[in-house]
């Protein structure tokens, strides 16, 4: 039981709907358009998961090697770090990981592509599903993990927002429109977010181990600067997606959730110890995927 909860654990169940939120908007923009399929976007979330399940598994083996999960680290403890789980068993585990998402990935393009005969499009999105796989694991593994340089924002703002939901919403309708790519920024912004609260708590420990960080490169008040930045631009640029398609009022349902992401910037905001942001990554992650299901929902009335 002990070692199913380490694998559980490693897995972090709780990074695992704001994966899904880019599908789901994906989903909610191709509704829009009257172009929805229920296969594709089955489809797309196991793909997604087993990226995000891997892009984890990753980071526990990139850190842990790398010496950074170590007892000052601030967060929970992670499986590798704690002895449970072996090196050996890990990467077994990366292997499979990747064998699934290759594999769903693959229906996925037959499914949207294949029985079309658009085999060069198949080909472009299995490129950038392999280039996907590849972003999850040097995220911190590897001799020159790109997390380490700063760079994990970039990354995690293209992939989950960008090709997650314009990908998403391109299997559905093989067309894009400048304005899709709005949505898109959204939920990168926010993934983003989530990804710089981490950085926040863990900024002493990552600066001690030489992970360079954006936080670590410019310091825990701007990082909160940041943070402020990144949770108001994901607000603009859905509001101005839902002025620009002529939304009813009943689209506008999902920009509830910000009154929640407003109240945990305040709690962010006037936070000086590291170890009390830890909480309030569940919150961004949960209200990332509240917002992506009431988007759902507010297009399919």
């Not at 789901?24 to 087993?50: D, K, P, R, Y």
């Not at 939920?187 to 983003?192: D, K, M, P, R």
């Not at 960080?213 to 410019?218: F, N, P, R, S, W």
Request: some cysteine; charged content about 10%; hydrophobic content about 55%.
């Amino acid at each position: 039981m002990s070692n199913i909860k380490a694998w559980i654990g490693a897995i972090r169940p709780r990074t695992l709907p704001l994966a899904a939120s880019s599908i789901i908007v994906g989903a909610a923009m191709a509704i829009q358009a009257n172009e929805h399929s229920a296969q594709i976007t089955f489809l797309a979330l196991i793909t997604t998961l087993f990226l995000q399940i891997l892009s984890n598994l990753a980071n526990d083996y990139g850190d842990f090697s790398h010496g950074v999960d170590n007892e000052e680290r601030v967060g929970p403890q992670r499986a590798m770090q704690s002895g449970a789980i072996s090196k050996s068993a890990m990467t077994k585990a990366l292997v499979i990981t990747a064998a699934g998402a290759l594999f769903f990935g693959l229906w996925l393009l037959w499914m949207a592509f294949g029985q079309s005969g658009q085999f060069k499009l198949a080909l472009g999105f299995l490129i950038l599903g392999m280039a996907a796989i590849a972003a999850a694991i040097k995220y911190t593994a590897g001799k020159n993990p790109y997390g380490y340089k700063g760079l994990g924002d970039l990354f995690v703002f293209i992939f989950f927002g960008i090709v997650g939901v314009t990908g998403s919403f391109y299997l559905h309708t093989h067309s894009m429109q400048w304005k899709d790519l709005l949505p898109a920024i959204t939920v990168g912004l926010l993934s983003t977010a989530v990804l710089n609260l981490n950085n926040l708590r863990d900024h002493v420990n990552d600066a001690a181990s030489g992970k360079r960080t954006l936080v670590v490169k410019m310091g825990f008040k701007n990082g909160k600067v940041y943070h402020m930045i990144l949770l108001g631009a994901s607000f603009l640029s859905i509001v101005i997606w839902l002025c620009v398609t002529e939304a009813g009022w009943f689209a506008w349902m999902p920009l509830c959730i910000y009154f929640i992401l407003f109240a945990h910037a305040r709690k962010v905001w006037v936070t000086s110890d590291p170890a009390q942001i830890d909480p309030q990554l569940k919150v961004v992650a949960l209200s990332t995927f509240v917002f992506s299901v009431l988007l759902l929902v507010s297009q399919s009335i």
